[in-house]
């Protein structure tokens, strides 16, 4: 799920249609795409790539600096490299820069409450989305600051605020992937808040919309948090439907944390259809539980394990992990003078 918000953050502005997996160093300059790219599908590459051209994009005074410093601070941001997201953080508040930043602004103040979101830093970065939002030039910009601090009120244990949020953006003007990235986040939201059932039609539209805009790899993504919403539901015929039709792209699309809580799903599923908790279900769930908690599915895991009596499993106070390393504050000053 924190990979699934990942990719909301970065794709709910632009998309790139660049496939290519490389980034030659006389192409770095001048293809911003790549790089986009680059840093959505592969943030480790996209580190070592930005270690190798660093001093280049030194060099380089253009708007097209801003946009691949931008990319670059979210993949910096996904791999929690913090030292490299503070570097890039003063690269983009540059001097050099300025007379190219305003149409950028909201861009860079975007991904820099980004940053901080995946840090865990979530005070920050709901005061950086806010000062985002004010930078917000066009709808699609408003409701990508609406949606972001969406997300980090619904992390910081403020579902209700993170509704009424969600609440106000308007729907129609979304079409395709921006339209199901707002279900996702809907979903996830109506989970926190008890609305099982409104999180299981959530997921099953933004589903329908990655694939009929051929985002095969979010609809597999999307297809976990169904399948948690349809136990939680109690739901067992409508789990093994959507299961079936995940198992040719599980493999291929889902990180990790993802397969653990696929694996413990199916598990799950078998004790919901008998409304017993098997031994190797509490057995699995007692060895894996810091990873589906890391996962970002410790709301749905703990209403699963509730529905049956067995919440018992899990911790039974909401996880909030101490930060081994903190971001500066404010790294958004030059834009945000009220931070």
């Known amino acids: ?10 794709l709910l502005i632009t998309h790139s249609d660049v496939f290519a997996t490389e980034i030659s160093a006389s192409k770095f300059e001048v293809d911003p795409k790549e790089v986009k790219h680059l840093a959505l599908n592969y943030p480790t590459q996209a580190v070592e790539y930005y270690k190798k051209n660093s001093a280049k ?38 001097e050099r820069l300025v007379p190219y930043s305003q149409p950028y602004t909201f861009t860079v103040v975007n ?18 989305y806010k000062c985002a939002l004010k930078h917000s030039q066009n709808n699609v910009e408003k409701m990508t600051a609406k949606v972001n601090l969406a997300i980090a009120y619904r992390m910081d244990n403020q579902p209700a605020i993170s509704f009424q949020i969600l609440q106000s953006v308007d729907e129609a003007i979304l079409n395709g ?21 409104s999180a299981v039609e959530y997921f099953i539209a933004a589903r329908q919309y990655y694939l009929m805009d051929n985002h095969h790899r979010n609809a597999t993504r999307v297809t976990v948090n169904l399948l948690g919403a349809a ?21 291929t699309y889902l990180p990790e944390s993802d397969k653990h809580y696929l694996k413990w799903l199916d598990l799950m599923s078998q ?3 008998s409304n017993v908790i098997s031994e190797q279900v509490a057995n699995y769930t007692n060895r894996h539980v810091d990873l589906l908690l ?9 209403m699963i394990l509730k529905s049956l009596n067995a919440e018992f499993l899990i911790p039974q106070e909401p996880t909030k992990r101490p930060l081994n390393k903190k971001l500066r504050a404010n790294l958004a000053k030059r834009w945000c003078q009220d931070l």
Not at 1 to 10: P, V
Not at 111 to 128: E, H, M, P, S
């Open 177 to 197: 992937r921006r339209k199901a990235g707002l279900l996702v986040v809907k979903g996830n939201t109506a989970i926190v808040l008890g609305d099982s059932k």
């Open 111 to 128: 991904v820099i409450g980004v940053a901080y979101r995946l840090i865990g830093q979530l005070d920050d970065a709901i005061k950086t």
């Open 294 to 302: 890391k996962g970002g599915y410790e709301n749905p895991v703990r």
């Open 271 to 273: 004790s919901v259809k």
């Open 1 to 10: 799920m924190k990979y699934l918000n990942y990719l909301l953050a970065m």
């Open 57 to 94: 994009l030194l060099q380089l005074n253009s708007a097209e600096a801003l946009s691949i410093y931008s990319s670059l601070l979210a993949a910096a941001s996904k791999v929690q490299d913090i030292e490299l997201i503070e570097e890039l953080a003063q690269h983009l508040s540059d």
């Open 231 to 251: 136990l939680i539901e109690r739901k067992v015929a409508l789990y093994e439907n959507y299961r079936e039709k995940l198992r040719a792209t599980s493999d």
